[in-house]
């Protein structure tokens, strides 16, 4: 009877780290979804206010707080009508104690361009999560790979328009 028991406590035990996995996944979708969307209220009632993180954009500066993230919600994200599809590969979720997280994946982002083609963009990214009054906030992450926001190639001359005509001597490539 002692083996029953043992083997039946293990599986609630497994069952219970599953589900908090879980858990740990669907708030980082649900932030990613706020991402998506340009909502930047909803992004900062998921993310802690001093929030840290490495990110292409910063340039290889850890930024600290909502500042930074804010300007891209303002200027880039909530100025795209285009509709955005994001898909999480491979999902890695450490727990560590029972109010604290760590998730790696890839997020693959799929997207209309400029000029009405699809396009999908990789990164890599790392997030830490703390419960605080039963919420999970997101306190750290680290991407790695492509910005959020697609990045203008550079523009060349196309050498078919001059100054004198009314459309622009630059195009991208």
């Known amino acids: 009877a002692q083996e029953s028991t043992e ?6 035990e ?6 908090r996995k879980q858990e740990i996944i669907k708030v980082t979708e649900q932030l990613i979804e706020a991402i998506n969307n340009g909502d930047f209220e909803a992004y900062t009632k998921i993310c802690d206010p001093g929030l840290t993180a490495f990110e292409p954009e910063a340039l290889g ?11 891209y919600f303002e200027n880039a994200l909530s100025k795209s009508n285009k509709p955005i599809h994001t898909i999480i590969l491979n999902p890695h ?9 760590c998730i ?5 982002t799929q997207y209309m361009d400029g000029s009405g083609m699809p396009k999908t963009m990789q990164s890599e990214e790392t997030r830490v999560w703390h419960r605080r009054d039963g919420k ?3 306190v750290h992450f680290h991407r790695s790979g492509s910005p959020t926001v697609p990045i203008k190639p550079p523009c ?18």
């Open 61 to 71: 500066n850890l930024v600290e707080g909502m500042d930074f993230h804010r300007f």
């Open 136 to 138: 999970w906030q997101n």
């Open 104 to 108: 790696a994946y890839i997020r693959l």
């Open 93 to 101: 979720v450490h727990l560590v104690g029972d109010d604290a997280a």
């Open 14 to 19: 497994d069952e219970d780290v599953k589900a």
């Open 7 to 12: 083997s039946s406590n293990t599986t609630i």
């Open 156 to 173: 060349i001359p196309n050498g078919k328009e001059n100054f004198s005509g009314g459309t622009s001597l630059w195009q991208n490539i």
